[in-house]
T-cell receptor
């Protein structure tokens, strides 16, 4: 079956440092979504990537979809304490089943 | 943007009782809604897919008689935890597809923290 691996599981950074989380699939994806969940909150949709090699930016956040559409990344430049939370990738497997990555928990030390 | 309202946000119940959780799409119609369970520091575990007007599709290992899902309208899905036990204590979240296709983003409710004593 389809495997999805999101790494790292945890990332602790000093405020101002960069952060990246990666999501890797064993099969080619039609699209991938990214969500952010603040501590005690619910996931909030950030972005959807559809095209091979796509790069999208939202202020300090950069999202990439690999050329083979098997991997994706979320990069935050110069983290701030407001970036704290868990970032999840989400995709659908070939059977149409909804799958979430394991999540990357980001903590930012001021 | 699309808003999903989930109620209640917190509930404490005694072992053996049933708890109903509501998930409403406020400004859009949601043909498909999803129910998840989330343990601390873990990812979302999909429990079931709820389709309006039909029976829910449960994930492997999820007891359909214990977690009753009803999706009676295009804006409301409910999850009832029947005969709750302490091991059912968890954070339950619903989400709705923002459009008609599986390419649509998911919009999440605020979640319900269930504590069974």
């Amino acid at each position: 079956g389809q495997q999805v691996m999101q790494i790292p599981q945890y990332q602790h950074v000093q405020e101002g440092e960069d952060f990246t989380t990666y999501c890797n699939s064993s099969t080619t994806l039609s699209n991938i979504q990214w969500y952010k969940q603040r501590p005690g909150g619910h996931p909030v949709f950030l972005i959807q990537l559809v095209k091979s090699g796509e790069v999208k930016k939202q202020k300090r956040l950069t999202f990439q979809f690999g050329e083979a559409k098997k991997n994706s990344s979320l990069h935050i430049t110069a983290t701030q304490t407001t970036d704290v939370g868990t970032y999840f990738c989400q995709l659908y497997n070939q059977g149409g089943k909804l799958i979430f990555g394991q999540g990357t928990e980001l903590s930012v030390k001021p | 943007g699309a808003v999903v309202s989930q109620h209640p946000s917190r509930v404490i119940c005694k072992s053996g009782t049933s708890v109903k959780i509501e998930c409403r799409s406020l400004d859009f119609q949601a043909t498909t809604m999803f129910w998840y369970r989330q343990f601390p520091k873990q990812s979302l575990m999909l429990m079931a897919t709820s389709n309006e007007g039909s029976k829910a599709t449960y994930e492997q290992g999820v007891e359909k008689d214990k977690f009753l899902i009803n999706h009676a309208s295009l804006t409301l899905s409910t999850l009832t935890v029947t005969s709750a036990h302490p091991e059912d204590s968890s954070f339950y979240i619903c989400s709705a597809l923002g459009g008609s296709s599986y390419n649509s983003p998911l919009h999440f409710g605020n979640g319900t923290r269930l504590t069974v004593t």
